[in-house]
T-cell receptor
């Protein structure tokens, strides 16, 4: 079945460092892809999304590009801040079954000043 | 309301008891999802409601789990004869139809002793 695999954490970076959190997927057809973020003590929030190949989702300085050839949707940010400390979840929505969203296990990011 | 709300925020129960978890979606959101998140794991899809259509129950792990939704408003997730493996955070999300990004509630942390 459809699935998402993301980079295991935790990830610890210094402020202003470059961030990459890898995410790859397995799916029948072409799913929509998402990154969700969960800040400490808060609920999950949609960070960005891409619905077709080569689309780039972006928000709050984060970017991810839908790569069909490598079945990937890696999350990147050029310069992280302490306030980016959170758990990041990669997810896909199947085209065959729009009800079916599959989430990765989450990657905890800690940014130190 | 302004966001998705869930109650209770925490629930501790004894093995074998029934529990009921509540979700209030964002007003006007026709789609509602329930997920389970076990410690250190990703989100598991449980059930999906879309308007007045029959719910997608394909993610429910056993017949001890059931959910209802009244129209396009409140939903309740019921777990009967709870087991220790049911301990998890139960998350509710709503969206404007199937294609919209999901907005998550803060979750209910269930602990079965």
């Amino acid at each position: 079945g459809d699935s998402v695999t993301q980079m295991e954490g935790p990830v610890t970076l210094s402020e202003e460092a470059f961030l990459t959190i890898n995410c790859t997927y397995t799916a029948t057809g072409y799913p929509s892809l998402f990154w969700y973020v969960q800040y400490p003590g808060e609920g999950l929030q949609l960070l960005l999304k891409a619905t077709k190949a080569d689309d780039k989702g972006s928000n709050k300085g984060f970017e991810a590009t839908y790569r069909k050839e490598t079945t990937s949707f890696h999350l990147e940010k050029g310069s992280v801040q302490v306030s980016d400390s959170a758990v990041y979840f990669c997810a896909l929505r199947s085209r065959q079954n729009n009800n079916d969203m599959r989430f990765g296990a989450g990657t905890r990011l800690t940014v130190k000043p | 309301g302004a966001g998705v709300s869930q109650s209770p925020s925490n629930k501790v129960t004894e093995k074998g008891k029934d529990v009921e978890l509540r979700c209030d979606p964002i007003s006007g959101h026709t789609a509602l999802y329930w997920y389970r998140q076990r410690l250190g794991q990703g989100l598991e899809f449980l059930i999906y409601f879309q308007g007045n259509s029959a719910p997608d129950k394909s993610g429910l792990p056993s017949d001890r789990f059931s959910a209802e939704r009244t129209g396009e408003s409140v939903s309740t997730l019921t777990i009967q004869r709870t087991q220790q493996e049911d301990s998890a955070v139960y998350l509710c999300a709503s969206s404007l139809g199937q294609q919209g990004g999901q907005f998550f509630g803060p979750g209910t942390r269930l602990t079965v002793l």
